[in-house]
């Protein structure tokens, strides 16, 4: 029974590619993350979204892009990939914005 | 801008003792504070939170203050044990934005030995 899951778990690809990862939470919550986690372990946040609004953290580049087919799933879409992309990705859900979030398990991305 | 420290990279301790993160925080008055633990290859999980309004919260062994004065939160684990290793984070909720965006710190690497 897991409550937020990502697919893929490892993405391995080569710069310049665009590449996709899932993200669903079977939680019933409506309000998803992603998270950028780099090789210091400092963990970012670059989107929230609910059904009514999406916040993009600033810093993200225009290449990267949330896409929420519905209430239960936000797929992150990444163009152009770059190296410095290299890091793991983690989903996560809350309900409205109630503090607490629960995490998927990551996926480590790999530009070479 | 806010920022979130968490003092130590690394700590280690004894089986047995009670184990002692420290997050601090600038620039911000946060409406809760979180706790998470984070092991090598997985994604965080929230253990617990605090509110503004709240000193002290406590879950089985694991106890959190909150000082709104000195800005500072500590976390403590009791009669800690060698499964209590792992990565532990601290977090506030972001000014601005989403109310429900996260700021998290660095972490502190416990490691309890046996």
């Known amino acids: 029974d897991t409550a937020v899951s990502q697919t893929p778990k490892y993405l391995v690809t080569q710069m310049g590619n665009d590449k996709s990862i899932k993200c669903e939470q079977n939680?019933?919550?409506?309000?998803m993350y992603w998270y950028k986690q780099d090789s210091k372990k400092f963990l970012k946040i670059m989107f929230s979204?609910?059904?009514?609004?999406?916040?993009i953290n600033e810093t993200v580049p225009n290449r990267f892009s949330p896409k929420s087919p519905d209430k239960a799933h936000l797929n992150l879409h990444i163009n152009s990939l770059e190296l410095g992309d290299s890091a793991v990705y983690f989903c996560a859900s809350s309900q409205g914005y109630e503090p607490a979030q629960y995490f998927g398990p990551g996926t480590r991305l790999t530009v070479l | 801008s806010q920022k979130i420290e968490q003092n130590s990279e690394a700590l280690n301790i004894q089986e047995g003792k009670t184990a002692t993160l420290t997050c601090n925080y600038t620039n911000y008055s946060p409406a809760y504070l979180q706790w998470y633990r984070q092991d090598p290859g997985r994604g965080p999980v929230f253990l617990l939170l605090i509110r503004e309004n709240e000193k002290e919260k406590r879950k089985e062994r694991l106890k959190v203050t909150f000082d709104t004065t000195l800005k500072q939160s500590l976390f403590h684990i009791t009669a800690s044990q060698p499964a209590d290793s792992a990565t532990y984070l601290c977090?506030?909720?972001?000014?601005?934005?989403?109310?429900?965006?996260?700021?998290f710190g660095k972490g502190t690497k416990l490691s309890v030995k046996p």
């Open positions: 939680l019933g919550h409506d309000t």
């Open positions: 977090a506030l909720n972001s000014l601005g934005g989403s109310q429900g965006n996260l700021i």
């Open positions: 979204y609910n059904n009514k609004e999406l916040i």
